[in-house]
Nanobody, 119 residues
C-alpha cells in the first residue's frame, strides 16, 4: 500500500514536499513516480525515479522546479516542489512500477493528496 501526504495550500512561488510511504519489503525493487490530476482532466505524469534512485525523468511542465527522490531504507519517495504556480494545483498521486513519461504503471496507486496554489 502507498500512503501519500504533504499536500496543502501554498502561495504562488512557495514550496511543498510530498511524501509517499510504502508498506512491504519490496519497495526498493520498484520504480516509483508521481502523477497529478485536475478534476475533469486526465491524470498526467509528473516525475519518475528508478528503483535505485539513479535516474529521474520529469514532465516538461515541472522540470527545474520539482525534484523526485527516494529513501529505500524508509520505503519512502518524495516530491520536492519549488516555485509553485497556480497551474500546479491538482490532486497528486504516487505510484509504483511507473514507466517514465507515461500514465501507465505496473504496480499500484496511492491515494491522492491535494495541492492548492493560490495566486
Amino acid at each position: 500500500q502507498l500512503q501519500a501526504s504533504g499536500g496543502g495550500l501554498v502561495q504562488a512561488g512557495g514550496s511543498l514536499r510530498l511524501s509517499c510511504s510504502a508498506s512491504g519489503r519490496t519497495f526498493s525493487m520498484f520504480n516509483m513516480g508521481w502523477f497529478r490530476q485536475v478534476p475533469g482532466k486526465e491524470r498526467e505524469f509528473v516525475a519518475h525515479i528508478t528503483s535505485s534512485g539513479g535516474s529521474r525523468v520529469y514532465a516538461d511542465s515541472v522540470k527545474g522546479r520539482f525534484t523526485i527522490s527516494r529513501d529505500n531504507a524508509k520505503n519512502t519517495v518524495y516530491l520536492q516542489m519549488n516555485s509553485l504556480k497556480p497551474e500546479d494545483t491538482a490532486v497528486y498521486y504516487c505510484a509504483s512500477g511507473t514507466i517514465p513519461g507515461t500514465n501507465s504503471i505496473l504496480g499500484s496507486w496511492g491515494q491522492g493528496t491535494l495541492v492548492t496554489v493560490s495566486s
